[in-house]
């Protein structure tokens, strides 16, 4: 047996690990506590109505929309992104293609956790800005798309589908025209069990009604939550905020004032946002709508008149036990509402006993009948049934412990446990209401400790300890298999909750689980209350650190490798054909508690030699260790593997690094990836004289890369200009999109403009608002909104100056450096040239007009400015050869006839 300890928190809140738990941590403090959830959850026992809202990227959600149905009217709301937006441009770190992907699930889920809803995906990747949805389609197989949604719908079950994007040109997007296709398709092909067969998609379901944006039913978003203190326009805005990747952390302050509108019904405001509908099954006129749910029955009444009559007598029990509960709510005194919570939930979960989920019932079918011709088990009321329940038994048992003023935290002696150890962790659970509660069981994910029966009295609190063993490791499931632009199809426990083996779990298609669900432990708790007991899940366990600046931090528990070893860095640029001497740093960390000894294998390319691997290493228990390897020798052109691998007849193979990305408004994000390193080997010319100054932008990696092929080069920080004499330097490159994200450097544009003038070469990348620094630029250049583009990476480059200096100096730039480039050619390019600029090339994407502003270069005083609107970023971090002799060629641009022409 494990003996909980006992105690009053009163008298003992001394100590150091109980005090830490009952501060909470920051990331708590975005969601609603204490009497704003429980209010939310009471009032949510009136609807079970579901909507699914569905876009393309993580930002295209409307949040406002999202929070008033969600916070305001307790309408089970969920996103469905079509997209993790792994395509974009970041801009609060260097992170691109999957890692940002990565980054931007959590913002989501950020956003989620404050706005109230739900967050689902399909497995198509972010592959870029696309001009309409036939290119699209030509990265994601429609039906593989259409797959996905249909499998989603059919597992969440909304009444309504209200998609962002009307599915035509007008989106100006061609991922937003394919999710205003999806939506309009998968409203009807959810209920096409022969395209979408059951056994694989889930039971068919036929939402009601489908919306999209546009006059018709209005939504008071500006409407104020008494209980919250805001409107949900201002709770919206709070979670729109979340998406810093894109730039939106201001979002509060841009939070536009509420445009009266004479409708009234706002409380403080009374903004609205309008919906169309387009589709219908329930009702044809929708001009008299005034609800989005008019025509729709969301009450608890409906499940007791359709459900099977074995269970009618305990819904009708629940119905009532629910208005109770709703009637007889004072969040001055919560505690009093316990007793009745107890029962609801209680009811409920007696109900669900005698109801088994519809997935469960699909799966004893389809394991019947060896997947043949498997039909329906459950018509359309019992799965509005079996969704409704799954809801209000969420509600009630968070309702339960909100009402019991019981808090839980379940903290780990750290972060990560290797494979096959076990992690210390205490659960403390603190009465802090007025009545006791009895515990009668306690269950750890990972733990096999058995709990005393106890009985919590108000102001004490119970201390269990624990060994947590077998958990997954915490890397984003996701990843690993893709193809193309499409994720490799895999599947998942319907609870959410990650196993190292799952055999004996009901599985499903991973897109079917919500993002939010998805955890690696869990806390349960069985309590007795008023002569019931009811199951409540207190969620996961976490590590908790504490931070001078942050404060208090969580982060969840998982598993890792024993062992991980890996490079700083994917890529290395190398010099072909030329003498390189070069450091590489290798991080070797044990995250177990065992002494561990392998020997160390390499992989080095020919014509390279290298030194300092010893030949077998031991670690300590969590010992990290840093050996710097010295790789010599000489490269052939092309891309070269290198790596470290460690090997041992009772340990296995380590061939994987580990490494977090943390920000402060996502939860961290473990990254995984091979020990080993491509050596990009390119015919390059770097002049000896060069000494530049890189200022750097967002997204951007390019100057770690010009340092690889020899290029001296200092990183000067945006914030930092001022500390610099930028005459020292032979040229200053100004990165992507530092203006836009570095509002300050504003200020410093006439200065890089005075070093032109004065004779050095000033080359800038693109971005979005040079419109406002005319001071930037030598001669006029225009941007229309918005801006043109090259999205088609390997469209034909025409070289209109073929002796540009630009192109030829220090390196001839061949037709084979366009090949290999990836995502897209060229971004915000100035529609408007003067003629006084160069401009060597033109660019366009089918069957649009060539633009010249590629690539754009014209004397400045003494100086020579150069700007570029090509997506070097992604391609120097991609290893074209191409890229790299073109942007060397800009940085040694030197002042001459006609600007770049050679004579």
């Excluded at 002049?687 to 967002?698: E, H, K, L, S």
């Excluded at 084979?816 to 401009?839: H, V």
Aim: aromatic share 8%; glycine share 8%; hydrophobic share 40%.
């Amino acid at each position: 047996m494990r003996l909980p300890v006992l105690g009053s928190a009163a008298g003992r809140i001394a100590s150091a690990g109980l005090f830490a738990s009952l501060v909470g941590s920051s990331a708590a403090a975005a969601q609603d506590r204490g009497s704003a959830q429980l209010d939310r959850l009471v009032r949510g026992m009136a609807t079970t109505a579901r909507v699914l809202m569905i876009g393309a990227h993580p930002d295209d959600e409307e949040t406002q929309t999202i929070a008033w149905l969600a916070r305001g009217r307790s309408v089970e709301t969920a996103y469905l992104s079509l997209t993790r937006g792994d395509g974009g441009q970041n801009l609060i770190g260097n992170e691109l293609g999957e890692a940002l992907g990565a980054i931007r699930t959590e913002e989501l889920l950020a956003a989620r956790r404050i706005d109230g809803g739900r967050q689902y995906f399909t497995r198509a990747y972010d592959f870029g800005f696309s001009k309409n949805a036939d290119e699209t389609a030509k990265h994601w197989p429609r039906d593989s798309i259409l797959a996905d949604a249909v499998t989603v719908v059919r597992a969440f079950r909304p009444h309504i589908i209200y998609s962002i994007w009307s599915g035509t040109r007008a989106d100006g997007h061609g991922h937003h025209e394919t999710s205003g296709l999806v939506a309009r398709e998968v409203f009807a092909a959810a209920v096409d069990t022969l395209r979408f067969p059951v056994p694989r998609y889930g039971e068919p379901w036929a939402p009601l009604k489908l919306y999209m944006r546009g006059p018709g039913v209005a939504l008071p978003v500006q409407e104020y939550d008494q209980v919250a203190g805001r409107t949900y326009a201002e709770i919206a805005a709070e979670s729109r905020a979340q998406h810093r990747s894109q730039g939106f952390g201001d979002a509060q302050l841009n939070l536009e004032l509420p445009v009266a509108s004479g409708r009234g019904g706002g409380g403080r405001g009374t903004g609205f946002a309008s919906l169309r509908r387009v589709m219908s099954r329930v009702s044809a006129d929708s001009a008299a709508e005034s609800s989005l749910f008019a025509d729709i029955d969301t009450t608890f009444n409906r499940l007791v008149i359709a459900a099977p009559a074995r269970v009618q007598d305990n819904l009708e029990g629940v119905a009532i036990k629910a208005d109770s509960v709703r009637e007889l709510l004072n969040l001055r005194e919560p505690w009093r509402l316990a007793p009745l919570l107890a029962r609801l939930a209680s009811a409920v979960q007696q109900v669900r006993s005698f109801v088994p989920p519809c997935a469960l019932r699909v799966r004893a079918a389809f394991s019947a009948s060896r997947g043949v011709g498997a039909a329906p088990r459950c018509g359309r009321e019992e799965l509005d049934l079996d969704a409704s329940l799954e809801t209000l038994e969420r509600r009630a048992t968070q309702a339960l412990l909100a009402a019991t003023q019981l808090r839980v935290d379940a903290v780990a002696a750290r972060e990560l446990v290797a494979f096959g150890d076990s992690v210390p962790v205490t659960v403390t659970i603190v009465n802090r209401g007025r009545q006791a509660i009895g515990i009668a069981d306690l269950r750890v994910t990972g733990s096999r400790a058995l709990f005393d029966h106890t009985v919590l009295r108000p102001d004490s609190f119970v201390v269990t300890r624990h060994a947590v063993i077998g958990l997954p490791d915490a890397r984003s499931w996701w990843m690993g298999g893709r193809e193309g632009a499409l994720f490799a199809p895999k599947v998942s426990p319907l609870d959410g909750i990650a196993r190292v083996s799952a055999t004996s779990m009901m599985m499903v298609p991973s897109v079917a689980v919500s993002e939010e669900r998805r955890r690696i432990t869990d806390v349960r708790l069985t309590l007795e209350i008023a002569g019931q007991s009811v199951v409540v899940s207190a969620g996961p366990v976490v590590f908790r650190t504490a931070d001078p600046l942050l404060g208090v931090q969580e982060r969840p528990l998982g598993g890792v490798p024993a062992v991980t070893l890996g490079f700083d860095r994917g890529l290395e640029w190398f010099p072909a054909g030329k003498p390189a001497d070069r450091f590489l740093r290798l991080t070797i960390k044990s995250h177990t508690d065992q002494p561990r000894s392998f020997a160390l294998r390499s992989v080095v390319p020919p014509g390279m030699s290298l030194d300092s691997l010893p030949a077998n290493v031991t670690l300590r228990p969590r010992e990290q260790r840093e050996i710097l390897l010295r790789v010599r020798g000489t490269l052939a052109e092309g891309r070269h593997e290198f790596g470290v691998v460690g090997t041992g007849q009772l340990t296995g193979t380590y061939a994987e690094g580990f490494s977090t990305i943390s920000f402060p408004h996502i939860q961290p994000i473990h990254r995984y990836r091979s020990s080993g390193v491509y050596f990009a080997a390119v015919d390059i010319n770097v002049p000896t004289r060069m000494n530049v100054a890189y200022i750097q932008g967002v997204g951007d990696d390019n100057a770690v890369f010009l340092r690889q092929l020899g290029v001296p080069i200092t990183i000067v920080q945006p914030a930092d200009v001022a500390q610099w004499d930028l005459s020292r330097f032979t040229s200053v490159v100004i990165g992507t999109r530092a203006f836009e994200t570095n509002s300050g450097l504003d200020a410093y544009a006439s200065r890089f403009a005075e070093y032109a003038q004065n004779g050095g070469t000033l080359v800038l990348q693109y971005g979005q608002t040079f419109s406002r620094l005319p001071q930037l630029f030598p001669f006029p250049l225009q941007w229309s909104q918005p801006a043109p583009r090259v999205t088609v990476e390997d469209s034909p480059v025409t070289v209109a100056v073929p002796r540009s200096r630009l192109l030829t100096t220090p390196n001839v730039v061949r037709e084979s450096d366009w090949q290999g480039w990836t995502q897209e050619r060229s971004l915000y390019m100035p529609s408007t040239i003067d003629q006084r600029y160069d401009a060597p090339i033109a660019i366009n994407d089918p069957g649009e007009a060539p633009n010249t502003g590629g690539i754009l270069s014209a004397p400045f005083g003494k100086g020579t400015f150069v700007f570029t609107s090509l997506a070097l970023f992604r391609q120097l971090p991609a290893a074209v050869p191409g890229s790299a002799r073109l942007l060397i060629n800009m940085i040694a641009a030197q002042p001459g006839p006609l600007g770049r022409v050679v004579p």
